[in-house]
């Protein structure tokens, strides 16, 4: 009897064991269907290009741990060695490989709780701007790490190029992932370019799959910016002191125009009662400091909204930074917005740190956190008549020499290209008629920088390299120019006095600080042998060349996007390429 009663209570379990079994599968294989239906309704916005080669490296699952996998000792990372044997890679996917200089992944004291990662594509343009990010972490000794996060490169020559450094040590990783911008097909941006700032959200949410992240604080930045302050968020004396659900980021004033989509229908997407209010807390761009669990929590619907934002308003890079502020807002993700961790557009009357910046140029202090150079900067009479053989000078991130737009596909990182040509920090002031000095500044603080970087890449990944005895110049349109108009030049170019024309009013202006620099060429300035400046009514080596179609300030001005937020603009912005 009793054996009977055993036999029908196990076919019973084994039944309902069954019909669990049944239904979990049910619910399995919808989820999956759900799920991949979810991932199709933003497909358009993956470009799926075919793969030339599979990468070579230790093969690993997602989510790996690499202060077990590589931090132990140097001699078994070594086993993980790519490329010239400094850089150990970790593998995957075809599509995600992890390379790194270091094997210290572990966090050994609150100082080096801290970690930096910046989103770039896999492209000459934003390799330069992320290797002078680099340069100048690296100057300041900056605890914790940094990681680059590069997408789109497809072949093994591709991520070698793009993980060529200034550097060959220091807690300095890269990630890769596929390309995630639309293809032009579907998405584009002004000036016929890809829009590429979807790359951001979605490379960031594969970081944090696929590798764990040991450090509490994560800073999210753009490769255009450079650091002249350590970021300190994890320490409770920190400026901006960041902890689990108190973000912290940097007033960007473009408005919360999603507030009222109705795409996000949680947490403060419906808690708060207007606009207005969430400006308060989310009118922000980068830098994005927020704690790691934070991130990994707001990631996923970041990559999402993103895409749903461009949806909305078209390519404009403000699409992808409401992507975040609306996936903050969902998780109460409240930043502390603050306008004195950067400075960027020298024209905006507030919202920026320039009450901060230190005008001794030859301190390396900058008395700012970070530089966003996405404008154009320049000293003289205006733009139009800024260049150095006008007596000005002018800086545009845009107008170095890069492969898409060089006749000859030349790059600035080429070993046989010239470092970009500077003058003294004292005619810079002198002749930046602004009294408050600020494109001067700028100017020189990221000239100096590049050049730096320059210097130690060739020196590390030229063969024989010695500085040359030339400089790159950067100009407005030069009409003379035969072919494909540049926006700069060799200074053999033109001759020196021919170069550093005053301005029109140096003689009658009183707005010039001639008690800094007047105007004199020092003698052992090796320029000064090809000439001296010559001042109004005095003849030169050369004829100055005249603008077609009379003065800058008869001519309409043109109007074209960069790639800052347009809201942020205040004066017209440049011209060129």
């Excluded at 399995?28 to 199709?40: G, T, V």
């Excluded at 550097?167 to 990783?173: A, E, F, L």
């Excluded at 009118?283 to 993103?306: C, F, N, Q």
């Excluded at 890449?457 to 030339?470: E, F």
Aim: proline share 6%; net charge positive.
């Amino acid at each position: 009897m009793q054996s009977t009663l055993s036999t029908k209570l196990e076919t019973k379990n084994t039944k309902k064991f069954q019909i669990t079994q049944s239904r979990n599968k049910k619910r399995s294989r919808k989820r999956k269907k759900h799920n991949k239906k979810k991932a199709n309704e933003f497909e358009p916005y993956k470009e799926n290009k075919k793969r030339k080669d599979i990468p070579a490296g230790k093969r690993a699952a997602a989510m790996v741990d690499l202060v077990k996998l590589l931090g132990e000792d140097e001699a078994s990372a070594s086993r993980f060695n790519v490329g010239k044997g400094f850089k150990k890679r970790v593998v995957f996917d075809d599509d995600h490989v992890f390379e790194t200089l270091h094997t210290d992944f572990a966090v050994k004291s609150i100082k080096e709780d801290i970690h930096l990662v910046v989103s770039c594509g896999c492209t000459d343009y934003q390799h330069w701007q992320a290797e002078v990010q680099l340069q100048s972490w690296v100057r300041l000794h900056h605890p914790g790490q940094i990681t680059r996060l590069i997408s789109g490169c497809r072949t093994e020559e591709e991520r070698e190029s793009m993980t060529k450094t200034s550097v060959t040590s220091g807690r300095v990783n890269f990630f890769f992932t596929p390309e995630f911008s639309p293809p032009k097909s579907a998405v584009v941006q002004s000036g016929n370019k890809p829009y590429w700032f979807l790359n951001k959200p979605n490379s960031v949410n594969d970081w944090l799959s696929f590798v764990k992240v040991h450090e509490s604080v994560i800073v999210l930045i753009d490769p255009d910016m450079v650091l002249f302050r350590q970021f300190d968020n994890q320490l409770k004396t920190s400026e901006f002191p960041v902890e689990k659900g108190k973000p912290y980021a940097q007033l960007y004033p473009m408005g919360a125009a999603w507030f009222e989509w109705g795409m996000c229908t949680l947490g403060d997407c419906v808690d708060l009662t207007s606009t207005r209010e969430a400006r308060r807390f989310y009118d922000v761009g980068p830098p994005y400091i927020m704690h790691r669990e934070d991130w990994m929590a707001v990631s996923k619907r970041y990559t999402t909204l993103a895409s749903a934002a461009l949806d909305k308003i078209g390519a404009k890079p403000e699409a992808e930074m409401f992507g975040l502020c609306m996936a903050a807002a969902e998780l109460k993700l409240r930043f502390s917005v603050t306008t004195k961790m950067m400075v960027s557009n020298p024209f905006i009357t507030k919202d920026e740190a320039w009450g901060q910046i230190n005008l001794d140029l030859r301190d390396p202090d900058a008395g700012i956190h970070v530089i966003h150079y996405c404008h154009r900067y320049s000293v003289g009479q205006d733009y139009d008549n800024s260049s150095f053989r006008q007596g000005g000078f002018n800086f545009h991130k845009g107008h170095l020499p890069k492969p898409s737009t060089d006749p000859e596909g030349k790059s600035i990182l080429d070993c046989d290209v010239p470092p970009m040509g500077m003058i003294e920090p004292e005619e810079l002031l002198a002749k930046d008629k602004d009294p408050k000095k600020r494109n001067a500044f700028m100017i020189y603080r990221l000239l100096t920088l590049i050049n730096e970087m320059l210097l130690k890449y060739k020196t590390i990944n030229c063969p024989h390299y010695s500085l040359p005895d030339v400089r790159i110049y950067m100009q407005p349109d030069d009409v003379h120019w035969e072919g494909r108009r540049k926006w700069f030049i060799p200074d053999q170019h033109y001759p020196w006095s021919d170069i550093q024309l005053f301005p029109d009013d140096w003689t009658t202006s009183e707005e010039y600080d001639k008690l800094t620099w007047n105007g004199e060429v020092d003698p052992s300035d090796p320029r000064a042998s090809q000439g001296r400046p010559r001042k109004k009514g005095e003849g030169g080596g050369g004829k100055r060349r005249r603008r077609r179609g009379g003065p800058a300030s008869n001519q309409k001005q043109k109007r074209k996007s960069t790639d800052c937020v347009a809201a942020r603009l205040r004066l017209p912005r440049h011209t060129g390429d």
